[in-house]
């Protein structure tokens, strides 16, 4: 997920030592914005625990980190949705009691049993979401425009564009201006996108990790951010209210993140606990505003728990119309994968 290369630079690098008091630990692979103490503070307190947290920026690492590690050293995991499958192919991941997760709560289309299930049993549970599109300034861009990724291939921005440096989503929005699905993002149709990403590289300023890009915006370096989301504009809003992304008629590209437990913990009880936590409504709301990034609660009843404000910085009236014009992230072979790349250092050589 284009979050966590972020995640290492905008995010707290640790919670806070253990407490004497504390009676058990919990372990965490996680990504950023799970290492917020404000996020984890409630569920310490509530169950007397520690919860030790180690980021990650990426499936392979993380996968890497639990093969390099001793049985029971971890307990639960944050992974991408798209990359549940991988975990359960690796046998890591332990089935979870589907009776045990609100997601009755959820908005329907972040359910995802299709990622977080294989064979009728439940190995994950979605606990944020947002997506990859288009991020502007709206007092120099005029949001109209914004209103269609044909906008990118216009001559009027040129030279006023970022573009996020993370192939799979980037991609992932070249193909949907032209009509292609994610989904169908594969063979031939990779080497279609050749000529507008091309096209886009040509008409863009730079192309940058999230904090660059996220520093690009925020100082006007660039207007408009290609593959930029709430989970940078949402943090910057309080300074710079003109930040802000929107869903192209055309689409954008879905990211969710899940979280599972691990199959050699030692604390299954407490980590189906946590788990449990993140995904409550009070959780979620904790989450979807942590101070590393922000992102959509996959629990509506979120809801609730957040205020007026942030449920406008998250564009909470307008979810419905934008999962329906949202897909998710291609999940390639690994020979379209290499595909992608080739590409994509093809377009950054370029």
Not at 33 to 47: G, I, M, N, S, V
Not at 114 to 119: A, E, Q
Not at 265 to 289: C, D, M, N, W
Request: charged share 25%; aromatic share 8%.
């Amino acid at each position: 997920m284009m979050i966590r290369s972020a995640c290492a630079v905008i995010a707290l690098a640790a919670v806070a030592p253990l407490t004497a008091h504390a009676a058990e630990e919990l372990n965490a692979l996680v990504w950023c914005d799970h290492a917020d103490p404000a996020f984890l503070e409630p569920f310490e307190k509530a169950h007397d625990v520690k919860v030790n947290v180690k980021e990650y920026q990426g499936t392979a690492e993380g996968l890497t980190m639990l093969e390099q590690s001793r049985p029971g050293d971890w307990d639960v995991m944050v992974i991408d949705a798209v990359d549940v499958h991988r975990a359960i192919d690796r046998d890591v991941l332990a089935p979870l009691p589907p009776e045990a997760l609100p997601v009755a709560d959820f908005f329907p289309e972040l359910v995802m049993a299709s990622h977080n299930s294989r064979d009728g049993v439940t190995y994950a549970v979605t606990d944020k979401f947002g997506y990859n599109t288009i991020a502007y300034n709206k007092s120099k861009v005029d949001p109209k425009d914004m209103e269609s990724l044909k906008t990118l291939w216009s001559g009027k921005y040129d030279g006023r564009i970022g573009i996020y440096d993370y192939y799979l989503p980037a991609l992932g929005i070249v193909a949907l201006s032209q009509g292609v699905k994610t989904a169908d993002l594969k063979g031939e149709a990779i080497e279609g996108l050749r000529e507008p990403l091309m096209k886009l590289k040509a008409a863009s300023k730079q192309v940058a990790d999230v904090v660059g890009s996220q520093t690009a915006l925020a100082t006007g370096e660039v207007d408009i951010l290609v593959g930029g989301g709430e989970f940078l504009t949402a943090t910057l809003h309080a300074e710079n209210p003109d930040l802000d992304y929107t869903i192209p008629a055309e689409g954008g590209v879905l990211w969710a993140e899940s979280i599972a437990m691990l199959k050699d913990s030692q604390k299954p009880e407490l980590a189906l606990e946590f788990i449990k936590y993140v995904t409550s409504p009070e959780g979620q709301a904790r989450l979807a505003t942590s101070s590393c990034y922000w992102g959509m609660p996959a629990n509506a009843k979120a809801g609730e728990h957040l205020t007026p404000e942030q449920k406008a910085v998250l564009r909470w009236d307008a979810q419905a119309d934008y999962l329906k014009r949202a897909q998710l992230y291609p999940i390639p072979s690994a020979d379209d994968d290499a595909a992608m790349q080739d590409l994509w250092t093809d377009m950054l050589q370029n």
